[in-house]
């Protein structure tokens, strides 16, 4: 596509459910990276994905958090048993490597409400 | 501890002013710095900077990277109401092949009419 393309763009969910959000990326791009953004905060890095190579979860804050890739494109975050702290926008991004440095394209997020 | 950091966390102008934000950083293996605009939930990419010196520019924007300092400047002339957005400056960690970005806190520009 165009862009990278993120779903659904807002989820109201009860406390205690799981949730899954998807990521499209732009087309060509073999570098995915998933981000948060509390309100007020600044981004947070998540999970990084990279061709066929074992991901980066470095940034995962807890077990509850998950996330794929499959076929090296779409990539779906999960978070099971959601807390009301998981409340944020979460932001996906895509590039493609370069010698020099990324330029990192972001979707549009999906604000997640945990209640 | 890698980190970014940036100066002023908010700032409010009117119509007209210049403003030039800062960012430092302090990365061990620094790959590339990069500008973006946040106004709702998606950050828009502006520059990205890699040399030292060598100054970007898009219409009223201006950016410019100063490896010997750690930091680099974005300068926005004869602002408008619509260049009031979160302002991020993040950089690429050269240390693996991920390309992880570390961002800065981000500095809130309000412009007034």
């Known amino acids: 596509g165009a862009g990278v393309s993120q779903s659904p763009s807002n989820k109201v969910t009860e406390k205690g459910k799981d949730v899954e959000l998807r990521c499209d990326p732009i087309s060509g791009h073999t570098a995915l ?3 948060r953004q509390s309100l007020g905060q600044g981004l947070e890095f998540l999970i990084y994905f990279q061709g066929n190579s074992a991901p980066d979860k470095s940034g995962l804050p807890s077990d509850r958090f998950s996330a794929e890739r499959t ?16 409340s944020a926008v979460y932001l996906c991004a895509s590039s493609s490597m370069g010698s020099s440095g990324n330029t990192i394209y972001f979707g549009e997020g999906s604000w997640l409400t945990v209640v | 501890e890698d980190k970014v950091v940036q100066s002023p966390l908010s700032l409010v102008v ?39 010196g060598i100054e970007k520019k898009s219409g009223r924007l201006s950016s410019i990277l100063d490896k ?22 993040a950089v690429v960690d050269g240390s693996s092949n991920t390309g992880k970005l570390i961002f800065g806190q981000g500095t809130t520009l309000q412009v007034k009419p």
């Open chain 1, 71 to 86: 076929g090296g494109s779409v990539s779906t975050l999960t978070i099971q048993r959601t807390q009301q702290e998981d």
């Open chain 1, 33 to 35: 990276y998933w981000y």
């Open chain 2, 68 to 89: 010997k300092e750690l930091s680099s400047i974005l300068n926005i002339t004869a602002t408008q109401t619509g260049d009031s957005a979160i302002y991020l400056c």
């Open chain 2, 14 to 52: 009117h119509e007209g002013d210049t403003v030039t934000l800062n960012c430092s950083y302090e990365v061990t293996n620094f790959r590339s710095l990069l500008w973006y605009k946040q106004e709702k939930k998606a950050p828009t990419f502006l520059f990205m900077l890699t040399s030292s």
